[in-house]
């Protein structure tokens, strides 16, 4: 166990019993900076993770956290909080702890030492299936119950990550990305709940958050997908309504009361001035509300009073069918079934840059600007 990283001594902090309270502090803050520098490091198989995830949750899949102790706990507060923030079901992001709910407030003794406890919590009690993603999450990447529960959902079929703050551990060893977050020894040694857990909960954000974000969750860097179960959150979905069409406060209640208070019926309801059915039919069929499809309508074209249309655009990868319409006109862009483009971010526009289409249509035809119908 000396060998392993996270139980190593700090030579920083040989001599802590004989700081104040100001020198204590100013170490760990110290400590602490070395965090992000370690997440940095990591950002490449992060980027993986989340894509992979985001594949696995597009085709009906759940990510599934396992861990013991700090690392379990920060499992299942990353994935409570998937609910409210992106309105996801709550069988979609599950955590689960060593030692079952009741560790999450008091130690259970010798739970994180049952491998085939992690093991059966895959097979019986979430029954993992090839379709989920599976994170084991422990700092020494070396615990019995994650190790188990990783192991049983790799043979399962299940897509597995390990995320751990040392190198070259069992868990790494036995999943498809292993994310290695070497922040060093701790102030306190082996106290991982310091810089170990806040690296590890860096990571959970960004794998969820980003997870969400491919999977169509965000309006530019708004949340439109938040569940509004508070007053707080409430006041941030009529925020959200008001910036991206510019009504009144009291438009965007009225909007808000009539979609139970999702803002993305609020939002086509009010840029298509269209009824709350039909701005679910709109959704529906543009599936914005699952797997992050957009409908999209030209800004700029040059074919007289009609306009480019997207017919379907998928996100990711991000694929578009594109029609024309003026008019009596409806005529479908020539080989755009499946067309794929870098994307512009820019706020208010995006960009599917084909140079292909200025041979087909003629000069000036490069490139698309669209913005969401929603």
Known sequence: MAEILTEQRNPATMELDRMSAL??????????????????????????AVELIVQRLANGGRLLYFGAGTSGRLGVLDASECVPTFSVPPTMVQGFIAGGVQALTTSVERAEDDREGGAQAVREEVRVTSKDIVVGIAASGRTPYVLGALEEAGWIGAATIALVCTEGSPLAESADIAIELLVGPEMLTG???????????????????????????????????????????????????????????????????????????????????????????????????????????????????????????????????????????????????????????????GAWKAPERKQREGKGHEHLRWKPLI
């Open 191 to 349: 106290s991982t709940r310091l810089k170990a857990g806040t690296a590890q909960k860096m990571v959970l954000n960004m794998l969820s958050t980003a997870t969400m974000i491919r999977l169509g969750k965000a309006y530019q860097n708004l949340m439109v997908d938040l569940r509004a179960s508070s007053n707080k959150l409430r006041a941030r979905a009529r925020r959200i309504v008001r910036t991206v069409t510019g009504c009144s406060e009291e438009e965007a209640e009225v909007l808000l009361e009539e979609t139970g208070y999702r803002v993305k019926p609020a939002l086509v309801m009010a840029l298509a001035g269209v009824d709350r059915e039909e701005a679910e039919r709109r959704l529906e069929a543009a599936g914005a509300g699952c797997g992050g499809q957009w409908r999209l309508k030209a800004m700029s074209c040059d074919r007289g009073s009609g306009y480019w249309h997207a017919v379907s655009v998928t996100c990711p990868p991000r694929r578009l069918v594109v029609e024309y319409k003026g008019g009596n006109t409806r005529q479908r862009l020539p080989g755009s079934d499946g067309l794929e483009g870098p994307w512009d971010e820019t706020p208010g526009r």
């Open 23 to 48: 020198e204590i502090v100013t170490v760990m803050n110290a400590e602490d900076a070395k965090v992000a520098q370690a997440v940095e490091r990591a950002l490449p198989q992060i980027g993986r």
